[in-house]
């Protein structure tokens, strides 16, 4: 696939349909790779790199991009364009200055699994008909690709792209996912044990900010936990009620805007599932107000921002609370 | 030099334990070590380092610096330090113990910082040489060699045994202390051990980093480089690397109102933020650009320009390993470099 | 445990004066009388509201004066709207002094001196000028060129008019941007008076005020004849620590808290452009 996409690439950067192309540029191990923009045939040829690593989300960068002049080519994977679409939908992306290609999607691989199997001096891994062969400074290792593979991917919500200009292979299906079975798990415990469970994860934040600022659903100019005058800006918390609050803070802020792209938890540096948090309400509000997903299109109005008569009283909330 | 058999070496911690807090790096999770305090039962992790630096125990993230009690037109200021009792740090990489070196160049100079200084004093560095390096770490690149650690004590592994080597007055008083566990060794195999770790180092993908093209004479000619644009373009403006990093020293100070008073505390700050450097009049880093730039051109250029060419960066990797879209300072010097 | 300059000390505010809309000049001694710390002109303290916030200050007061401090601010954010809102006799938090000086014992001793400054930029140049009218015979010919938006924006207007017009020992020459019923003096901004003034290329300047004032007032300097050696400024930029250790007012290797605030133009020109 990689071929196909620089080859187009190519071709839309020469012919000038585009004038920039965002994809995923090598680094300097197998698996280190960075998100780009390129805007000469040499550099794709020397950099370009799509494979099991560019498990990136390219889609908040056109924000930035579509407010320069010209056109760019992105490549979108299917989950990519959901995050991209809630983008067009919330005008933060100019679709007019994007040239969107759909591209296969994963799994994609996570090297902190690779590296929690105690596989370390990493130099290259390759998968083999879905056996994971990697060679190292400490001699060659395998593993199943299945247990080195992203927890989003793992849980991958649909196969569809649900824009595109053009694309490179085939178009998948939406998929039945199992990506509530933890969110399930979570509900079933009783709130003691779920409160333990999540002060035992958010204790582990540092604060570093990596899932809001690469989640595509938080594009504020200003953040309000950034706005010395919101009286909530502290980069560090100040007790463990601040540190709880924050996620949870973030979590109400992109419901029924997040289109799970997973990159919250992807990020991570200290492996909290996030991720929960926005899939316990995208549950919520496919119980409560008929099955949504968020970026599926660019024009049917959310469930939390239009009001209709059949809405659910706000006591379910209390409601659903009792134990 | 003295050692301790592996076998032994949990009955060693208990001990310890039973006189001062004992911190080892252990598992949170596969993949994922942590300092902890040492209870029985816990074991040391077999990761090369943890996520979180060593810094945490002399910078914690956050930390109060004082108390206010403000009574209508006046104000008490409390003084709420205290002593730190003992501790003693155990396992501690190469990469982190120099990283205290670092630090100390910051919070121990003129005019001291006590909050700093307070638990620096009463904390005991043993170190642990490195066996088995990972593709990420070039701390090589900065003069450490992992197989010799610093800190007040080093400990070697060959296999079969932990041998202990005090470098401080500090830590000769360690040793003394658990002299009771300790027998004399023969150090053939870790001779061993230290050449095959050391050929490893060099064999490693970044073994060839160096640092001859940077320095505090460098100013211009780096911080004027076009290559800043596409290096930070892709940056997320998170604080991931500042915060994972041992050396990354820049703090904030806030203050909290408890209910019953203003609690004013420090936490680390970072260069990446967009506020870091905003008045209420202005920003001299308005774009990522410019506080991506100031994170490196601080520990390649402006750090040896004040400290005798000492540079702001030990090489453990772990920015390698963690930043978000794999930025990272190997990627930058390596770019830096490329005329 | 030593003293650690993070933890501050109390001062205790005993006079207030409206200088101009938006200035006020706070004057603050020790609970026990007398000045809190000792300083040198171009010194800055940082001044603190607990759960307001902590902000750097230039001392404006001479250290000559054994009584009190005193601080000129300008209303332009949440601390210093608390600060315009103080009545005396409040306390606030004080630590200090931070930063280096104007060479007043050093480089500045025997010289003759053009002090030029626009707006609020009076305040730190204030502490020098007094200091210099104190030890008078330690140096040469003394000049003030000052200019502001308006007569009200002047700030510390009334001493200028009592004391510093009615010293023979230094020339004052006031400028306002603009014509202004009441007002009979020079109408134009600092950098063009500064040209038609045309000092003698022997003197030393010590110049502040707004950044957009302070290049024009350089770049007419040069061509008047003036060196970079010949200029000194002093730097504002967002601190916390006042030491060097928070690490966000540097500009290159220096930090403006530790390192400046006080900087000669020659040695700036070898900095980044970023501040």
Redesign the interface.
């Known amino acids: 696939m990689q071929e196909a996409m620089i080859k187009r690439a190519k071709e839309l950067l020469a012919d000038g349909s585009v004038d920039r192309v965002i994809g995923w540029k090598r680094g300097e191990f197998t698996y280190d790779i960075t998100p780009a923009v390129f805007t000469s045939a040499e550099e794709i040829d020397s950099d370009f790199v799509c494979d099991d690593f560019t498990a990136a989300n390219v889609s908040k960068y056109l924000v930035k991009e579509t407010q320069k002049e010209g056109k760019v080519l992105a490549f979108l994977k299917p989950c990519d364009t959901y995050s991209f679409n809630q983008l067009v939908k919330e005008h933060r992306i100019d679709r007019e200055k994007v040239y969107v290609i759909g591209i296969e999607g994963g799994p994609k691989l996570d090297i902190e699994k690779i590296k929690a199997k105690g596989i370390t001096g990493i130099l290259s891994v390759k998968n083999e008909d879905y056996t994971l062969r990697i060679e190292t400074i400490y001699g060659t290792q395998t593993m199943p690709f299945y247990e080195a593979v992203l927890d989003k991917c793992a849980s991958c919500k649909s196969k569809k792209h649900v824009v595109f200009d053009e694309l490179i292979g085939e178009d998948g299906d939406v998929l039945d996912s199992n990506r509530f079975e933890m969110v399930e798990k979570l509900e079933n415990m009783t709130s003691q044990e779920r409160f333990d469970f999540w002060r035992d994860q958010l204790s582990k934040c540092i604060r570093c900010n990596a899932c809001r600022n690469v989640c595509p659903a938080c594009t504020c100019e200003n953040c309000v936990f950034d706005n010395p005058k919101s009286g909530i800006d502290n980069k560090a918390p100040a007790d463990s009620f601040e540190e709880n609050m924050f996620h949870i803070i973030r979590a109400f802020h992109v419901a029924g805007r997040c289109t799970d792209c997973g990159e919250c938890s992807r990020v991570c540096p200290q492996h909290i599932p996030l991720h929960l948090l926005n899939r316990k309400f995208i549950k919520d509000i496919n119980e409560l107000y008929g099955e949504y997903q968020a970026g599926a299109d660019t024009t049917s109005r959310a469930p939390l921002t239009d009001y209709t008569k059949d809405d659910c009283e706000p006591s379910v909330v209390h409601e659903r609370g009792v134990e | 030099m003295q050692k301790i058999s592996k076998a032994k070496l949990y009955e060693l911690f208990d001990d310890i334990a039973s006189k001062q807090t004992l911190y080892i790096p252990t598992d949170?999770?596969?993949?994922?070590a942590e300092y902890r305090k040492y209870e029985s039962g816990m074991k040391l992790t077999?990761e090369?380092n943890t996520?979180?630096s060593a810094k945490d125990f002399f910078f914690p993230?956050?930390e109060n610096?004082?108390e206010?009690k403000?009574d209508g037109?006046?104000?008490?200021?409390r003084?709420i330090?205290e002593?730190c009792e003992d501790f003693v740090i155990f396992g501690v990489r190469a990469c982190d113990a120099k990283s205290f070196t670092i630090l100390d160049k910051?919070?121990l100079c003129e005019?001291?910082?006590?909050?700093y200084k307070?638990r620096r004093d009463h904390g005991t560095v043993v170190t642990m040489a490195c066996k088995?390096?990972?593709?990420?770490c070039f701390c090589k690149t900065f003069g450490i060699d992992p197989t010799v650690p610093g800190g007040d004590v080093s400990c070697f592994d060959d296999g079969e045994s932990i041998f202990f080597l005090a470098n401080t007055d500090k830590g000769e008083k360690f040793v003394e202390s658990i002299s009771s566990f300790l027998e004399d060794g023969d150090t053939d195999k870790l001779m061993e051990v230290q050449t095959r770790a050391r050929e490893?180092m060099g064999?490693?993908?970044?073994a060839k980093l160096s640092t001859e093209n940077f320095g505090?004479d460098k100013?211009?000619e780096y911080?004027?480089s076009d290559k800043w644009a596409?290096l930070s373009?892709?940056c997320?403006?998170?604080?991931?690397c500042?915060?994972?990093c041992p050396t990354c020293?820049?703090?904030?100070?806030?203050?909290?109102?408890t209910g019953h008073g203003?609690?004013?505390?420090?936490?680390?700050?970072?260069?990446m933020?967009?506020?870091?450097?905003?008045?209420?009049?202005g920003n001299?880093?308005l774009t990522q650009l410019?506080r991506f730039r100031?994170r490196f051109?601080?520990k390649l250029?402006?750090?040896p320009?004040?400290n005798d060419g000492e540079f702001g960066c030990v090489g453990c990797g772990r920015c390698?390993?963690?930043c978000?879209?794999?930025?990272?300072i190997?990627?930058v010097m390596?770019a830096l470099e490329a005329k | 445990m030593n003293n650690d300059t993070l933890i501050p000390k109390i001062g205790v505010v005993t006079d207030i004066r409206q200088d101009t809309p938006d200035v006020k000049t706070f004057r603050v001694i020790a609970p026990e009388g007398g000045k809190v710390f000792e300083h040198m002109p171009g010194q800055c303290a940082m001044l603190s509201i607990p759960g307001v916030g902590e902000a750097m200050f230039s001392i404006t007061s001479s250290p000559t004066n054994k009584e009190f401090m005193e601080f000129s601010i300008k209303k332009c954010g949440c601390l210093t709207e608390w600060l315009h809102a103080m009545e005396v006799g409040q306390q606030i938090t004080i630590r200090g002094p931070y930063g280096n000086a104007f060479p007043v014992e050093g480089d500045l001793k025997g010289k003759d001196l053009l002090f030029i400054a626009g707006g609020i930029g009076l305040a730190p140049l204030r502490s020098v000028i007094n200091y210099v009218r104190d030890n008078r015979a330690n140096y040469g010919d003394v000049q003030v060129i000052y200019g502001s938006r308006s007569k009200d924006d002047l700030v510390d207007y009334q001493e200028i008019i009592d004391e510093w017009m009615a010293d023979p020992n230094i020339e004052v020459n006031l400028t306002i941007d603009n014509p202004q019923e009441g007002w009979d003096g020079h109408v134009g901004f600092v950098p063009n008076y500064v040209k038609e003034l045309a000092p003698s290329t022997s003197k030393t300047v010590l110049v502040c005020g707004p950044p957009i004032m302070i290049k024009f007032t350089l770049a007419g300097l040069k061509e008047l004849g003036f060196k970079e050696t010949q200029v000194y400024t002093t730097m504002e930029l967002r601190m916390k620590c006042g030491v060097g250790k928070c690490g966000r007012c540097n500009i290159g290797n220096k930090y403006v808290c530790k390192d400046g605030p006080v900087f000669r133009f020659d040695q700036l020109g070898e900095l980044p452009d970023e501040y």
């Open positions: 949170r999770e596969a993949g994922a077999k090369l996520v979180r993230q956050t610096l004082a206010f403000i037109k006046n104000i008490e200021v003084d330090r002593e910051v919070f005019p001291v910082d006590s909050f307070n088995r390096p990972a593709e990420t490893i064999r490693l993908p970044l505090g100013l211009n911080f004027n596409e373009e892709a997320l403006g998170c604080g991931t500042t915060f994972v020293q820049c703090y904030d100070i806030k203050d909290f109102n203003i609690k004013r505390f420090r936490c680390w700050d970072s260069c933020y967009s506020d870091f450097t905003k008045m209420a009049h001299p880093r410019e100031q051109m601080h250029v402006y750090f320009a004040n390698l390993a963690k978000p879209i794999s930025m990272n190997v990627k390596k």
